[in-house]
């Protein structure tokens, strides 16, 4: 596994990461297993979010092993101090750690509602940069789903990571994350990469029924993977997120020392799949 850079936070991690949905709803041995292999796979980067059902207290125990050596990134969804500071306690607690590597406002969307909402007074930032400053927090970030509000989070806070969909399907259709990585890079934000492994919005509540933990259409074909893992894995991110289903998690590990920037024939393969598509947000 390839380690890189995390920008600015100058921590190195591993080029796929873990995201901390794969054990939601996992038996305990299940979700010690998936980690365990995720770790001996050379991954030290485990993302988790206290939105992501029970998955924070699946995955507390299962990391608390390897906790030390390892970089663990969580996130807030809510906008205002005081649920921050609540979902901020309970995450220690559900995963047995006294700090995060790095902390994230979750899902940032709507400039007003999300955006400005967290940097008000009284709001999420206000418990973010408190916990920074009592060291709980080493590194601060956010994830965010569209253009507008990541780079009017930016516009708000020196911030020291960006969580944002970097997928072939949304750079061929509109260059959905062209501006934004282009900001982050000037400002030497750590890049992590969602989505990498979306093929297109769901068509409808039938299909999704396979992979219940996606929120989107997941390419589960593993020659099809190997390309679109490629190409986000070659815009210069530091760390890709596979998706949340353990199958597809697995897979991911299994394909990726076959993965490459993607060759013009292996372009026009993508830009067929995709075209008339629908952003992946």
Not at 33 to 50: L, R, W
Not at 166 to 189: G, I, P, Y
Not at 198 to 227: F, S, V
Not at 265 to 275: G, Y
């Amino acid at each position: 596994m390839d380690m890189n850079r995390l920008g600015k936070t100058e921590l190195m991690v591993s080029a796929l990461g873990f995201g901390g949905i794969v054990v939601m709803d996992s038996q305990p041995d299940a979700a010690a297993k998936v980690v365990e292999d995720a770790v001996a796979a050379g991954i030290n980067y485990f993302d988790i979010a206290p939105a992501y059902g029970n998955a924070e207290e699946k995955l507390g125990p299962a990391l608390e092993p390897f906790r030390k050596d390892v970089f663990l990134a969580c996130k807030t969804h809510l906008r205002d101090a005081a649920g921050a500071r609540a979902t901020l306690e309970q995450s220690m607690e559900h995963l047995r750690t006294d700090h995060f590597d790095v902390f994230q406002l979750h899902a940032l969307a709507d400039v007003e509602k999300d955006v400005k909402a967290a940097f008000a007074k009284g709001g999420a930032m206000e418990v973010v940069l408190e916990a920074k400053a009592a060291g709980i927090i080493r590194n601060v970030g956010f994830s965010a789903h569209t253009p507008e509000a990541a780079l009017a989070a930016m516009d708000e806070y020196d911030f020291d990571t960006v969580m944002y969909p970097v997928n072939f399907a949304t750079h061929l259709n509109n260059s959905f994350e062209v501006d934004v990585l282009a900001e982050a890079r000037k400002r030497d934000m750590g890049i992590i990469a969602l989505k990498a492994l979306a093929r297109r919005k769901w068509p409808n509540d039938e299909a999704r029924k396979k992979w219940a933990k996606c929120w989107y259409e997941p390419i589960d074909d593993p020659e099809l993977a190997k390309l679109a893992l490629g190409w986000t894995l070659a815009q210069g991110v530091s760390v890709a997120l596979p998706p949340g289903e353990e199958d597809l998690f697995r897979m991911a590990l299994e394909i990726y020392p076959d993965c490459r920037e993607p060759s013009e024939s292996d372009l026009a393969r993508l830009k067929a799949i995709v075209e008339g598509g629908e952003a992946i947000l």
